[in-house]
Structures are given as C-alpha cells and as structure tokens.
C-alpha cells in the first residue's frame, strides 16, 4: 500500500507518495516577493498550488491506504489549508488521516535516508533549531533555542544586507571569501539564543564577507557544542543533521571533526530530505499508520505549536531490544 503525506507548515507546499520506497515527490515553493514569511499570503500560494501538487502524485489512488498531513509546528494560516486538503482527500478516498508533527519527521525521513538506527539530531531549520535523542518512547528535546531559529536569524540578517532570500546561501557564499570576527556567543546549560549574535552581526560595521564568516562560525560552535553535549550525556554514537540549515558545508564540517574527535558516525541526509518535503510526512505516517496510529476526523486540528516530545512514539522499540 501507499501513503499519500502532505507538507505545508511554512514555505514549502509538498505531495508525496510512499510506498516501499518513495514513489512520488512534487514541491510548490513559496518564495516572498520582498521580506520574510508573511503567513496568509504563504496560505495562499498554498491554496492555490494545492491542486497541481496533489494531482502530480495522485497516481494509483486505489492503492493509497491513508493520508498523512503535517499537523504542526508551522503557521496557523498554512496548516489550515494543507489540513483542509488532507481532511477532504480522507474522505472522498475512504482511508484514514494521520497527524504527522513536522520536526519527528525531519527525524525519521533523516533516518531512513542514513540508515542511522539511534541518532543525536541536530536540526536546525528557519524557525526551529532544536538537539533531539530518542530515550523512553519519546523524542526528548535536549536543548534549543530559547528566541529565534537558527535559518530565521540567517534569514533576518541576509533581508538587512539586501541579499536574497532565503539567506542561508548567500551568507556561505560570502563567508567563504571572509576573515574571522568575534561575536556574541550565547549557550546556556544545553539551550542556545541567536537574537543577540543577529543583531551584533547587523549592527558591525567590518566587511560583509567577515561579518557573515563571523556569524556562522559563531551560531555553528554553539550548535555544535550542544549537540557534542547531548550525545555525552545520552551516551549515543551517531550524529544527525536535518534542517534546511543542514544544507551548510561548513556546519556539516564541524560537527563533522567533532564526531571524529569523539568517535562518533556523522551523516546527513541528501538535500531533497533536508528541508521541508512532502517525503518525510508520507514516510513517517506510513510507519505510524504500520503501527494502528490513525487521527479520527473530529481529532484532525491543526497544534500550531505541537512539540517533537509530545509525541508517543509507537514505532521504535528500544536500543538493544
Ligand atoms: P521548520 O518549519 O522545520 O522550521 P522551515 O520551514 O524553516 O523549517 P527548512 O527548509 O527546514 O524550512 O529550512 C529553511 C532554512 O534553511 C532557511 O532559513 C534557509 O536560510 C536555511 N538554509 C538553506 N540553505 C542554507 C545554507 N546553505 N546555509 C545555511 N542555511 C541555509
Ligand atoms: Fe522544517
């Protein structure tokens, strides 16, 4: 059987079908005419995409046994109308929805696409930037962020400098020719905060191309710092990047040399599995669907702000068992 999963919780309009393997994958970015996200006009493009993206994978439709949605974090306005279409695709197919929560999925997709069995997750994404492990049934958020994610902050410094959204690689393009500057550094016990490196980075007055090598040699050793903690404290042997943010050559070298120095795997998953895709619902909600979890209709509202370590997590079993 198949699993259709829908992904919208924020820029990224995304059908997929799972099957075996992934059999299908069509992507509607949303990219804002000028500034950042603004969430009912990212509802609309999703509205309006939503019958081109669906219908591109809707092969098969008698062989689809459930619709599995991204049912949050993300944008009220955005999970309403990829909630919507799942709800109406549930019924008019006869199969049942299942309520898939975005970051568990940039996990699981990550997982599949590494073969990693019991990772530490750094993912850092727009607005999440969070160090995740599996330990007794749950997904335990470790540390994060306490302001802003880690991409939104790249993001909101790449708009004040007029480079193109989104921000993250133009700033490793510039960071490339640059020299070190030193910037704020904020980890506090296992959580980190990027608002105060942000607008320090937007505030100097040193080259662009330094600024932006200052910045993310600053916000990437705070991530990495965490991470290396989490996995001592853990005591886990693999490391895990997922996230748009993962896409960074340089964020993926340093946890990179501090997995060596700690002999410990490193893996991240190739670009289409990173960021936001429609992939990683259909995948998760066909091992939560192998495992009897299904959504009732009734219970099918959108959790704006439904967190990784609220979820029961029915299909691991663990580590050793
Ligand atoms: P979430 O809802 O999980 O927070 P998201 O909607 O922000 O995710 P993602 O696709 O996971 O979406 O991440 C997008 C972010 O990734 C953007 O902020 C973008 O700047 C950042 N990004 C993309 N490529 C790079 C790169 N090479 N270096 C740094 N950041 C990058
Ligand atoms: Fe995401």
Known sequence: GLVLGLEGTAWNLSAALFGDDLVALHSAPYVPPKGGIHPREAAQHHASAMKEVVSRVLAEPERIRAIAFSQGPGLGPSLRTVATAARALSIALGVPLVGVNHCVAHVEIGRWATGFDDPIVLYASGANTQVLGYLNGRYRIFGETLDIGLGNGLDKFARSHDLPH????????????????????????????????????????????????????????????????????????????????????????????????????????????????????????????????????????????????????????????
């Open 166 to 321: 989104p921000g993250g690689p133009a700033i490793e393009r510039l960071a490339q020719e640059g020299d070190y500057i030193e910037l704020p550094y904020t980890v506090k016990g296992m959580d980190l905060a990027f608002s105060g490196l942000v607008s320090a980075a937007q505030e100097s007055g040193a080259p662009l191309e330094d600024v932006c090598f200052g910045l993310q040699e600053t916000a990437f050793a705070m991530c990495v710092e965490v991470t290396e903690r989490a996995l001592a404290h853990a005591g886990k042997n693999e490391v895990l990047l997922v996230g748009g943010v993962g896409a960074n050559g340089r964020l993926q070298e340093m946890l990179r040399v501090m997995c060596e120095e700690r002999g410990a795997a490193f893996a991240v998953p190739k670009r289409t599995y990173l960021g936001d895709n429609g992939a990683m619902i259909a995948y998760t909600g066909k091992i939560m669907l192998e495992h009897g979890v299904t959504l009732p209709l009734e219970e099918s509202q959108i959790r704006p702000g439904y967190r990784a370590d609220e979820v029961e997590v029915a299909w691991r079993t663990e580590p050793g068992e």
